[in-house]
């Protein structure tokens, strides 16, 4: 499975550090959660948040790579109930 996520185009970056929130348009109703992770080159990595969607939440870890058009990311979103999910 591949989600298509919707990043802000201004996401909250302080050094190296990122906050914001995202919105997956692949499900419906879209979901919409939070981020927060931290940049090393052309990794961004960190955790998410999903809010509530029918009576459930998650959250887990992100691993994600800037492609080299620099225009995307892609890579592993990872549950904490050890669902892994490409992105």
Avoid: E
């Avoid at 960190?46 to 029918?54: A, D």
């Amino acid at each position: 499975m591949v989600l298509r996520l919707q990043i802000p185009r201004n996401p909250s970056i302080h050094c190296w550090d990122v906050t914001g929130t995202w919105k997956d348009t692949s499900t419906d109703p879209p979901r919409t959660g939070t981020i927060t992770g931290r940049i090393d080159g052309n990794q961004l990595t960190g955790s998410y948040s999903i809010g509530c969607v029918v009576d459930q939440s998650s959250d887990g870890k992100f691993y994600l790579t800037m492609t080299a058009d620099n225009r995307s990311w892609i890579g592993k979103m990872i549950s904490t109930h050890n669902i892994q999910i490409d992105w």
